[in-house]
């Protein structure tokens, strides 16, 4: 892989738009100097022709004076060396030539009359009839503008060197200018990694800032979604560690001695709850590795909330059942829906379990299920010790576990992310509300059929 730094890719790049546009144009001038050089000349051929046609006007023997005005001629435009070739129309009498004549040696072709020829060494030749009975040519030697085209081409090419130089000089202090921002912009995010609030006070574009500023939050939040892994990871081998260890401990002290059946049933259905409560953290915490996979849409289906509530969820009644409280179930309405049946199901179970983990023995569970024209409204109401309003924000939260002793069972901190999942990818929304000793009211509002979700699916 070839390897390059933006700093040098930039000092290329303005020298290159710095110099080439004045290079080109230098060219393009260069070409309309030579163009209007030649022009000239052509143009004064013309105006020779001109002048020499008015001064024989009045002449009865013009070839005889034609050598007096060429000398008269040559005398006003001493710049510019002229040759003149008279011969009458119609004449066999040789050719004759006035001025510097050596000019004709250049001539290889035929002119046209009433035209001109441009030949090498900016020689143009001219031919015209004048006084209507010489067919005269007119050589004009413009080799002296060469001087002016050869002038203009040292100016151009200094002044584009010149330009060049500081091109070059300005995109190589402009690419270490970007490029000393951009190594502060990584050490800004460098310390982020590391640990150092030390960098927030960087003095930046607000463009470079603000990518900064983007990458620094987005590699906070993947070190605190890493660490509440890591926390998450321990935790839950902690947890499946704890209970594994009971369930392997009691079947070693079952098979010690025989015992009667009564006792082997009620070991067995204690060792069932605890491996039901197991497959239900392994069912969490794959739903929520697997939360993104599909739409909801995908896996829609039509069925009865209140005749599933009745049927999947009696195996967390009979637990509250058997913890003293009592889950109260009101069913109103109609409450039939249309959404991925797995999920909804799974969010009222883990809702109504953490319910029954935060309320005190000998306490009631409001569970009511009420069908509204568009919609399902589900309320779950304990008697717990209510939310912290430092807490509140974060209860939706993966792996957030509050700290208290007042809870029934240690939990893994997915149960509430995954609900508030499942009602978000449904499009409805769910909220918590209860001031700290006045226990925990959620609302749930459901769409009959999935639509459109709200990214915070919050009431």
């Not at 030649?38 to 143009?43: L, Q």
């Not at 022709?49 to 024989?56: G, I, Q, R």
């Not at 100016?155 to 000089?169: D, E, F, H, K, N």
């Not at 900064?212 to 560690?241: G, M």
Request: charge should be negative.
């Amino acid at each position: 892989m070839k390897h390059w730094t933006l700093s040098s890719w930039l000092a290329r790049r303005v020298f290159l738009v710095s110099a080439v546009p004045v290079v080109v144009a230098f060219a393009v001038g260069g070409w309309f100097v030579d163009r209007s050089l030649s022009r000239e000349i052509e143009a004064l051929v013309h105006e020779e022709f001109d002048e020499a046609s008015m001064l024989l006007r009045e002449s009865l023997d013009p070839q005889e004076h034609f050598g007096f005005v060429t000398e008269q001629l040559s005398q006003s435009h001493r710049l510019f060396p002229m040759a003149w070739r008279v011969r009458p129309i119609g004449a066999r009498e040789p050719k004759v030539d006035y001025g510097d004549a050596v000019l004709f040696d250049h001539l290889t072709t035929a002119v046209p009359l009433d035209a001109s020829v441009e030949l090498e060494g900016r020689l143009v030749v001219g031919r015209r009839i004048v006084h209507g009975e010489l067919d005269v040519m007119l050589a004009v030697d413009g080799s002296v503008l060469e001087s002016v085209l050869a002038w203009y081409w040292i100016i151009a090419t200094v002044i584009s060197c010149a330009v060049s130089l500081l091109g070059a000089a300005f995109g190589q202090m402009f690419g270490r200018r970007v490029g000393t921002m951009l190594r502060r912009a990584a050490e800004h995010v460098q310390s982020t990694r590391e640990g150092d609030s030390a960098a927030d006070d960087l003095e930046l574009p607000d463009e470079i800032l603000s990518i900064a500023t983007e990458l620094r939050t987005t590699l906070e939040k993947i070190r605190e979604e890493s660490e509440r892994a890591r926390v998450f990871v321990a935790s839950l081998a902690h947890e499946l560690r704890s209970p594994i260890q009971n369930l392997i401990a009691e079947a070693e002290v079952l098979l010690l001695r025989a015992r009667e059946p009564n006792e082997y049933r009620a070991k067995f259905r204690a060792q069932l709850e605890e491996l039901v409560e197991l497959g239900h953290a392994v069912n969490n915490l794959m739903a929520f590795c697997a939360r993104s996979e599909s739409e909801p849409t995908s896996r829609a289906e039509e069925f009865d909330l209140g005749n599933e509530v009745r049927l999947r969820l009696q195996q967390e009644i009979a637990r509250a059942e058997r913890a003293g409280i009592q889950v109260a179930l009101d069913a109103s309405g109609d409450l039939r829906m249309r959404g991925d049946r797995e999920s909804i199901l799974r969010a009222l179970r883990n809702v109504i379990a953490n319910a029954i983990d935060w309320s005190p023995t000998a306490s009631t569970i409001d569970f009511e299920l009420t069908g509204e024209p568009e919609q399902i409204h589900v309320t779950v109401r304990d008697r717990g010790p209510g939310i912290p309003d430092a807490d509140r924000p974060r209860v939706f939260e993966p792996f957030f576990r509050r700290d208290s002793n007042e809870r029934r069972r240690g939990g893994y901190g997915l149960g509430l992310a995954i609900a508030h999942d499942a009602v978000v990818r449904q499009g409805g929304s769910i909220a918590l509300d209860g001031a700290r000793g006045e226990g925990t009211t959620c609302s749930i509002q459901l769409p009959r059929a999935p639509r459109p979700s709200n990214p915070n699916g919050t009431a």
